[in-house]
């Protein structure tokens, strides 16, 4: 390459100084460019520097697997199995309400009077109904009987009739009774037995009518006794000690039947409802049949307050992730407010064979990396539950069987992790000790 330039320099010099005679100054400018161009041409071609791979610095954990009591952070709703709305059971206006929003009463304790005199004017009328429908069953009663009395005497005439058309019979035979007496034993016995018929009808009918007055006495002592009920309803008292709240009439309003009226709610059977995720079920469930105590801690204002998963629902609802599962207490608990949203700590069953790592560990719910020849390879884990440390954090216990004791695990949150991506390994962290429960200024059943 460095011959052919100097050739063409050659060249070039050759032909300026065949020109120098004629044009000396464009000679030497274009000289000039010419020999800036050569220059540039043959300079010397730096290679080109391989530019290396990244690696990217990692903290890393061995696997240790071991048994451990994982715990869920769940939040709840504070409610109460005996919540109850209260509602007008007739269409009145409201005399009087003798309890306030917030108040707490007593079983059987008087909450809401309504106007009962039109319930009361019903009754009256029923009870009426009744009097007179018990006069005509007793009515019914004697013309029965005055009716089968009469079925038996007519048979008794029947009997007569028959008796004497025998014998007027034998002597029409023997030629001794004339055919007008003959045909007038005939007739009476006709007419007698169409009188048995009509004597029996007579009767029948007045048994008939005795069952219907029968019915509609039931039927009257069932609308006094609907009437004496509404008279009831307009005194509203509470079925069991609890607080009254959302409390939507005042006196004067009117209401309707089934319009609400106050919801009362009882404290001391207060209990929190919560979803657990769907994928903890199966454990749940089979530490309640091994009779296993799953203890639970409702985190109230820096107070812990102890209970335990008292049951689960036999179903999931439409639309959750979860199953609805109820944290109840030995007593009690002062300071839970119902409706409510608290923190709740979960204890699960003990699970063997499993690994607690940092949050930051883990991908996504179910995956995390480990280190193979340096490089970052993806591990499908079993989400089992957490596990709170001393200072607050939550490591995440997880299974697998493409864990083993050798592995070591990446604990540091990478935005482009991928498998097969570069890492260097820098100082291997340290295990933390883990606690169940964070430190508390209070506790209390």
Not at 16 to 27: D, F, I, S
Not at 282 to 287: Q, T, Y
Not at 293 to 318: C, H, K, W, Y
Not at 369 to 385: A, F, L, N, S, W
Request: net charge neutral.
């Amino acid at each position: 390459m460095f011959r052919d330039a100097k050739s063409r320099l050659r060249t070039v010099a050759s032909l300026l100084l065949a020109a120098t005679r004629t044009r000396v100054p464009m000679v030497i400018l274009g000289g000039a460019i010419f020999i800036t161009i050569g220059m540039i041409m043959s300079r010397p071609q730096d290679p080109p520097t391989p530019r290396g791979e990244r690696a990217w610095l990692v903290d890393i954990l061995p696997v240790n697997y071991g048994s451990i009591e994982p715990m869920l952070e769940l939040f709840g709703s504070v409610q109460s199995p005996q919540d109850a709305t209260l509602s007008a059971g007739i269409e009145a206006t409201v005399n009087a309400v003798l309890v306030r929003d917030g108040e707490t009463v007593k079983a059987g304790q008087v909450l809401v009077v309504l106007d009962d005199r039109d319930a009361s004017l019903t009754l009256r009328q029923r009870r009426a109904d009744i009097l007179e429908i018990e006069a005509l069953s007793s009515f019914s009663k004697r013309q029965l009987a005055t009716n089968r009395v009469a079925f038996e005497q007519e048979k008794d005439l029947l009997e007569i009739a028959e008796s004497r058309f025998e014998r007027a019979e034998e002597l029409f035979a023997l030629g001794r009774l004339s055919r007008s007496d003959y045909e007038n034993a005939t007739e009476n016995l006709k007419r007698q037995s169409l009188s048995v018929s009509r004597s029996e009808l007579a009767m029948d009918e007045s048994a008939i009518r005795l069952d219907e007055r029968q019915a509609q006495l039931d039927r009257a002592y069932a609308l006094s006794s609907q009437a004496e009920l509404d008279v009831e309803r307009a005194t509203i008292s509470a079925p069991f000690r609890g607080v009254i709240s959302d409390l939507r009439v005042s006196e004067g309003d009117r209401v309707r039947v089934g319009d609400s009226l106050m919801r009362l709610q009882n404290p001391d059977s207060i209990e929190v409802r919560t979803q657990v995720p769907a994928n903890y079920i199966s454990a749940i469930n089979a530490g309640i049949a091994a009779d296993i105590e799953m203890s639970a801690v409702v985190d109230l204002n820096q107070t812990r307050i102890t209970g335990r998963l008292t049951r689960i629902s036999g179903q999931t609802r439409e639309g959750s992730g979860g199953v609805d599962s109820y944290i109840g207490f030995s007593k009690p608990p002062i300071g839970l407010r119902l409706g409510s949203t608290v923190r709740i700590l979960l204890k699960l069953p003990p699970q063997d064979n499993v690994v607690s790592v940092p949050a930051e560990a883990v991908y996504g719910r179910d995956r995390l990396y480990k280190i193979i020849d340096g490089r970052m390879q993806q591990v499908q884990v079993e989400r089992v539950g957490e596990r709170i440390n001393a200072d607050g954090t939550a490591d995440i216990i997880v299974r697998s069987p493409k864990l083993t004791a050798s592995d070591s695990i990446i604990a540091t949150k990478l935005a482009n992790a991928t498998d097969g991506l570069l890492v260097r390994v820098q100082t291997p962290r340290a295990k933390q000790e883990v606690s169940l429960t964070r430190p508390v200024l209070n506790q209390s059943n």
